[in-house]
């Protein structure tokens, strides 16, 4: 066990060429660089498939995976561990494990025995201050992914717990990433969070600012999801809004605009600006993936659409629900799901995201002729080969040679 101080790699670990290989080895596709070159189009016999122009590994899901890839080269001989899954796709977080990553979160290991010889990485959704205190105390050497993005939503939730206002976030409260961001709320004496999943819950928080009534209401049903020693009449008098960056944006502005115009009824338009803050804190690549999906089912008949990633990956979930109000849509964790042209195995659009599932099967999804035309669109942690590979087996279930 070590006490030294630690060390904390923020950028790249100077080995990005050396892993460039294993990464474009482990996560490329030559269908899926074909289908994007061919204007996001691809027909084989009685099949068109139309890609997202936005989908799959975003920005801050390429640099979090590239800088384990770096940390396991940088640091031959270490244990290198993740504190849990890098990002949310389990094919990434099997690869890791076999490049030899060590999982913090498995029930065999014991994050007391860490010491100052260990490498500790940090995920793209960074980890609560509380985490990273311990983690900094222990001395180890700390590759840190969190993305730039969620650092911004930090920012802003640490000036608004600064300056007295209580962070409002929208976001799924047992997500690490809300866990991570409600946590920077406490780090000035006076700050406080209280934490939405949706409109419903919004709702019920808007009608207690402008009545002042339903005080143990809120209490009980924000159990878990507020500041210790929360206390609605104090804490929500003052109150900013931001949110975890993969929900539903149109959600998020609209739950924004909620709190705005109940703020506005309660305190008046005057005071509105002492009261009252929002930021836009959706990433700018899940704003992009939802936009590329709500223009595909803008400008192609679908007769379905397959949306790609984990089943707790929340910005996958969110391209789902957005598909699912428009068209026949089977969310899949990976190509295993696609079973036959008969079966598929999908997270029922609007179950809660765990990776359990619960998981649906549905049979006749595929048409045994005629031609089909598919949408397909991936979550920002779902790489390129498992897309590929879905295109392929589309190809498969739908070829002359199908029986
Ligand atoms: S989804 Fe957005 S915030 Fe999350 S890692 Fe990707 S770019 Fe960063």
Request: hydrophobic fraction near 40%; aromatic fraction near 6%.
């Amino acid at each position: 066990m070590g006490s030294s101080q630690p060390l904390i790699f923020r950028k790249g670990l100077d080995m990005k060429e050396a892993v460039a290989g294993e990464l474009a080895a482990a996560y490329d596709s030559a269908v899926v660089d074909r289908v994007r070159a061919g204007d996001f189009r691809h027909e084989a016999g009685r099949l068109t498939v139309h890609l997202a122009r936005e989908f799959g590994f975003c920005y801050g899901v390429d640099r979090a995976v590239d800088y384990a890839y770096q940390a396991r080269r940088r640091f031959p001989g270490r244990n290198v561990f993740l504190t849990g899954e890098i990002i949310h796709n389990p094919h990434v977080n099997d690869q890791l494990k076999a490049a030899g990553i060590r999982f913090l979160s498995d029930p065999d290991e014991r994050r007391d025995a860490l010491g100052a010889d260990d490498v500790v990485i940090l995920p793209a959704f960074g980890v609560t201050v509380s985490d990273m205190e311990r983690l900094s105390n222990l001395g180890c050497t700390l590759v840190d992914t969190t993305c730039g993005s969620v650092l911004n939503v930090w920012k802003n939730v640490v000036r608004y717990a600064q300056d007295g206002f209580t962070a409002v976030i929208h976001g799924k409260v047992k997500h690490e990433e809300t866990r991570a961001t409600a946590s920077q709320a406490l780090k000035y004496p006076g700050g406080r969070y209280l934490i939405v999943l949706d409109r419903g819950e919004a709702a019920i928080v808007c009608n207690y600012i402008r009545t002042g009534e339903g005080r143990d209401q809120i209490l009980q049903r924000f159990a878990g999801a507020v500041s210790p020693a929360f206390d609605p009449e104090r804490d929500l008098a003052r109150i900013g809004c931001a949110n975890q960056t993969t929900m539903l944006m149109s959600e998020s502005l609209e739950i924004g605009e909620m709190f705005r115009d109940a703020m506005r009824e309660r305190y008046g338009e005057a005071d509105l600006a002492h009261r009252f803050r929002a930021f836009d804190t959706i990433c700018s690549a899940t704003q992009e993936r939802q936009d590329a999906v709500i223009a595909l089912l803008d400008e192609q008949p679908l007769d379905l659409m397959v949306v790609v990633g984990g089943y707790n990956s929340s910005n996958t979930c969110n391209l789902a629900r957005i598909c699912a109000d428009r068209v026949r849509t089977y969310h899949i964790a990976d190509p295993s799901c696609l079973v036959s042209r008969d079966e598929v195995r999908h997270r029922p659009v609007g179950a809660p995201s765990t990776t359990s599932g619960p998981e649906a099967v549905t049979r006749g999804w595929l048409s045994a002729t005629g031609p089909i035309v598919v949408g397909l669109t991936a979550g920002a942690s779902t790489p390129n080969n498992i897309v590929g590979e879905v295109i392929r087996k589309l190809e498969g279930f739908t070829s002359s040679l199908q029986p």
